[in-house]
């Protein structure tokens, strides 16, 4: 059950914005200080938490994050006139930043919404990820693709496909590993 102001402005918003999902948040966690979840019907190796700085989207593999997909940050700070972002810069042809009535005003504008509009656009039951690591180990990263993608960028001659089965759904897990030479 939600239990400090994050939890529950994300708790009471989800409530209200749930059906605007395209893959709603599942498996939602109320853990101590952040909010953690997945998205129904997208491969289980991404999921969000959401805490007082913002939101992260994580691709994990093997128990390992290889890369945050989409990071949507905040800084609430408050002064005579209202709740603003700490973070962004001040609006064109103004001298100050925009206000909002409330922390949680503040935080639909800047996280909550931002998550609905990038999931909406990005994730899909039909989403791959490719996940590359440079040569020898080190830097990893994720793309997210569709099996058209994947074919092309397995043709691009800087890419090596380790996996070359096709991608699989029937695991829950759909990977194209490929290393970067």
Known sequence: MPKNFVQQSFYT????????????????RYIRGYVEFFFSDVIHEISAVINKYGCNVAFTYQSEVWDFLICFDVSVERDTEG?????CIVEEGSSIKKRFHSRAALLAEHVFEPLLVW??????????????QMKGG???????????????ASIEKSVRVQDTS?????DGVCVVRCVID
Do not use: M
């Open 138 to 152: 080190g830097s990893t990263w994720v793309n997210l693709l569709s099996t058209e993608q994947i074919e092309r």
């Open 119 to 132: 999931s909406n656009e990005r994730l899909s039951k039909d989403v791959f990820a490719q996940i590359n």
């Open 13 to 28: 918003w989800f409530k209200h914005n749930q059906n605007r999902f395209r893959h709603p948040p599942t498996q939602v």
């Open 83 to 87: 709740y603003f972002c700490g973070q």
């Open 166 to 170: 096709p991608p699989s759904r029937e």
